[in-house]
Structure formats: C-alpha cells, structure tokens
C-alpha cells in the first residue's frame, strides 16, 4: 500500500456511520431491556438474535473514533497540552456532569457526601449508567493516542503486517476469554471476577478496532476505491457472517443448552469476523453515497447526515435516561394487542427521537451545548469557550515569559 492522502479534506463518509452507530446503541438497549415482553421462548430467542446482530456497535463506534482522531492528528504538529485541554473540555467535562446527572437520577435520596463518594467512583468506572462505557473507552483511547499516533508511523511503512497480527490478536483474546472468564472454567478469584465485570470498558480489550479505524485513515483512498469496485463482494460477505452468527446462536442455545446471556456476549471470536463485514459494509454504503456529489461537491443530503453526526455524542450520554422513563411509564401502556415488534420499534422511535430532538437543542444553546461536547458561540463576539481557554493559556505564557526576562540574572 502507498498512501495518496495529500489533503485534509472533510470526511462525509463518517457522518452516517456515526449517525447510525448511534441509533443502533439506543436499539441495543432498548432490544434488550424489552425481551420481556416475549412471552413464547421462540420469540424471546428471536429477538435476542436481533440483539445479537446489534452487537456491531461498539466497534464501529472504536473505528470510527480511531478514523477520525489519526485522520485530523497524523502528519501534524502535536500539542499534547492543547490536545488533552481540547479534548478534556469537549468529552470529560459532559461526561462528568452527565454521571452526576445519572447518579443523582438513579439514587435521588443520597446524602451529600455519599453523593460525591458515588459519583467520584463512577467517574472511573462508568457505573453511574449502562451506557456511559463508550465515553469511558474514549477518554481512555484519548489518554494513549500520542503513543497510539506513534504507532501509527510503524503502521504506515507495515499495514498489511499491523492489520493480520491485530486481527489475530484480537481474535485469541476473545477466545481465552470467552472460553475462561466468561465460561467460568476456572476457580474464581475477586481480581477475575473484577476484570471479568469491568472488561468491557477497558481500551485495550478492542485494539484490532482502533488499529483498523487507524490505518483505513491513513490509506482511506484505496481502502475508498476498493469497496466501492468489490461492493457486492462486501455485501456478500455480510450476509455471510450474519447467517454464521445466527447459526452459532442456534446452536449454542438449543443444541448445547447454553445460557442466552453467555451466547449473545459481545466479547466472542465470531463477532470479529462478523463486526469486520459490517464495518466493511457500512463504510462501502457511506462511501457509495458520499461519492455522488453536487457542483459544490456536497453529497444528497449531507447537511441531514452531518446534523445527526453532529447530535450523535448527545444521544450517547442522553439516551438512557429517556429510555428508563418510556420503560416505566409508556411500555407497561402499550396496547398488549400490538405485535411485540411494533412496541418495541415504536420504543426505540420515541427514544431514539427524543434523544436526537434533545441533542440538536443543546447544540444550539450557548453553553448548554457543552453538555453534549459541542462550542457554540457565546452571544458575544462569536467567542466560544476554546477560543477563551486558549486566549488564558496564551496569556498565561506570555507571563512566565515575561517572568523569565524581567528576572534579575545571577551572574
């Protein structure tokens, strides 16, 4: 491979994968917080195959962010201050304030200090909601990049070598620990059955997705050209996989009488091929629409796409506390003659669309938009809070600076 990315030029592509990424999160919850409403085993099993198929989510999420971060990052000059005080504002802070929010929602009767003490606790380990693990493993890939944006130099001279010993790797990880941890064949420990609750939300359980997301950046043309010539060849080979992990569910649930939980775990060998179809698919999809341009060189539609891309964040840290309310207080009120599948769909539409509504509104309300990692402009000026941290950061230096020549010398 050889890379001809000469310019940085905007991604359309990434904007639906985002979007989608998103929506199917908030189906993955609402999947599976709503099985109960099957009251026939047939069905119960079908929609946890569905939820099964919905597992592609995390990593596309991991690629997409790997994507975006060597895209924008790689071949530049590298502040890591300004990275992590960019960074810090546009994701710590919301996700800080969002898991106040939750442990506050979830336990209302706390008392001050045990309110503190819960939420410090939960900043770490991304209890305070089910969902708030993709934000953990953001911060934490944000931590590594600068040496994560190292390798990617060995990855550049060495793609085709990086991508194989990844994807290995990735695939005997989840290997020993589907067949060890999760299957339970060993004498259990607390520090194993804390690493076996927690691994989900630690970075480096996903490095073939970040290292994929990395490279397809770098060499994002070809991989481009590839797709779009060998579409059907794609499709193909998701259609594949969706009948291998469907077929692996049957038989691990009714042949081998396997528990549901332990057959639909994301942390499973086959959901690396599978989960590597459907980047494959959805990116060669994106691609397919991003490539039909207008004069100004605009795909159809790609101020819609770009809005849910942009609301996407949002939908991350609000979904959940939506969803909590509508499976307490709408779900019970459904008309039990609706097909289990339309409650459910018409659950994730509510959820869905309310997280969205709530999400483009933030954006658009000064300071309000840092609550889903967005600068809007301040009223005054067009200054936003980047503009302001980076203008005290400056004065900052200019001071010690100034310090530094106004000090008397020894000599």
Not at 181 to 209: I, K
């Amino acid at each position: 491979m050889e890379s001809v990315r000469k310019s940085r030029r905007y991604i359309y592509d990434l904007d639906p994968l985002r979007a989608v990424t998103a929506l199917g999160v908030v189906a993955v919850h609402v999947v599976t917080f709503t099985t109960y409403l099957n009251q026939i085993n047939a069905g119960a099993q079908l929609q946890n195959v569905i939820l099964t198929s919905l597992h592609y989510t995390r990593s596309v999420f991991m690629f997409v962010t790997a994507f975006a971060m060597v895209y924008v990052y790689y071949g530049k000059p590298f502040h890591l201050k300004q990275f992590w005080v960019r960074r810090g504002i546009g994701v710590l802070i919301p996700y800080i304030i969002w898991t106040a929010i939750y442990v506050w929602a979830n336990a209302p009767s706390l008392s001050p200090p045990q309110f503190v003490q819960t939420t410090l606790i939960d900043i770490l380990n991304g209890n305070a909601s089910y969902q708030l693990y993709y934000i953990l493993l953001t911060i934490q890939f944000y931590i590594i990049f600068p040496l994560f944006l190292l390798f990617m130099k060995y990855a550049m001279r060495h793609p085709w070598l990086v991508l194989t010993v990844s994807f290995v790797v990735q695939i005997m990880l989840y290997y020993v620990d589907y067949h060890t941890l999760q299957a339970a064949t060993f004498a259990p420990s607390s520090f194993w059955n804390t690493f076996n609750l927690y691994q989900n939300r630690f970075v480096l359980m996903y490095p073939f997705y970040f290292i994929l997301g990395g490279v397809t950046a770098l060499y994002f043309e070809q991989v481009r050209t590839f797709l779009l010539r060998h579409a059907q060849l794609v499709t193909g080979a998701l259609v594949i996989t969706i009948l291998m992990l469907w077929t692996h569910f049957y038989v691990q649930v009714n042949i081998y009488h396997e528990a549901i939980g332990y057959a639909i775990s994301v942390l499973q060998p086959l959901m690396v091929i599978y989960c590597l179809a459907v980047i494959g698919f959805s990116l060669c999809m994106a691609s397919s629409w991003a490539s039909r341009t207008d004069e100004q060189g605009h795909p159809w539609g790609y101020r819609f796409w770009h809005t849910l891309s942009d609301a996407s964040f949002g939908v991350y840290l609000i979904h959940a506390l939506i969803l909590n309310s509508v499976l307490k207080w709408i779900v019970p009120a459904l008309p039990i003659v609706w097909p289990v599948a339309v409650r459910v769909f018409f659950t994730w539409f509510l959820v869905a669309g309310s997280a969205l509504s709530i999400s483009i509104l933030l954006i658009n309300t000064p300071v309000l938009s840092r609550l889903v990692g967005r600068a809007y402009p301040l009223p005054w000026k067009g200054v936003s809070l980047e503009n302001v941290t980076h203008l005290f950061w400056r004065k900052s230096q200019e001071k010690k600076l100034a310090t530094r020549v106004d000090a008397p010398s020894n000599e």
